[in-house]
């Protein structure tokens, strides 16, 4: 080899070398050790609460209908809407949300529709 082959060939490597050299190792710190780490306990979904008889998909009442609600109100029981309506509803539909029991009652009047939506047995809202 030559003398500029050589110094082609020896700041090739100087390069490399620079380049290999910016890399730079990091220190990890160490996981915790097992008895620092504490376990997040699972959320545990509080159970639906509610009284009282409930809407039966068929639109019948599961128990002796209330005669505590005067009026159609926010509040008021599945069962309680059946009595004050005077007739069973055109459509139940029953289900779990994530607050617990949800119910829709369809009622049909002259010229109109009626949806009720129930949360725990309780008149949550309405659209006539």
Same mark, same amino acid.
Do not use: H, W
């Given at each position: 080899?030559?003398?500029?082959?050589?110094?082609?060939?020896?700041?090739?490597?100087?390069?490399?070398?620079?380049?290999?050299? +910016?890399? =730079?190792? @990091?220190?990890?710190?160490?996981? $915790?050790?097992? /008895?620092?780490?504490? *376990?997040? !306990?699972?959320?545990? &979904?509080? +159970?639906? =609460?509610? @009284?009282?008889?409930?809407?039966? $998909?068929?639109? /019948?009442?599961?128990? *002796?209908? !209330?005669?505590?609600? &005067?009026?159609?109100?926010?509040?008021?029981?599945?069962?309680?809407?059946?009595?004050?309506?005077?007739?069973? *509803?055109?459509?139940?539909?029953?289900?779990?949300?994530?607050?617990?029991?949800?119910?829709?009652?369809?009622?049909?009047?002259?010229?109109?529709?009626?949806?009720?939506?129930?949360?725990?047995?309780?008149?949550?809202?309405?659209?006539?």
């Amino acid at each position: 080899m030559t003398l500029p082959d050589l110094r082609t060939l020896a700041s090739g490597t100087l390069f490399a070398a620079a380049l290999l050299g +910016a890399c =730079t190792v @990091t220190e990890r710190t160490p996981p $915790p050790a097992p /008895s620092e780490i504490v *376990p997040i !306990p699972p959320r545990v &979904a509080a +159970a639906p =609460t509610f @009284t009282g008889p409930v809407l039966a $998909p068929d639109g /019948s009442c599961t128990g *002796p209908v !209330p005669t505590s609600a &005067a009026a159609i109100e926010l509040g008021i029981g599945e069962c309680d809407l059946v009595r004050l309506k005077g007739r069973p *509803p055109v459509d139940v539909l029953v289900g779990e949300g994530r607050a617990g029991r949800e119910v829709q009652v369809l009622y049909t009047e002259p010229g109109a529709k009626e949806l009720y939506f129930f949360v725990n047995n309780k008149l949550d809202r309405f659209v006539k």
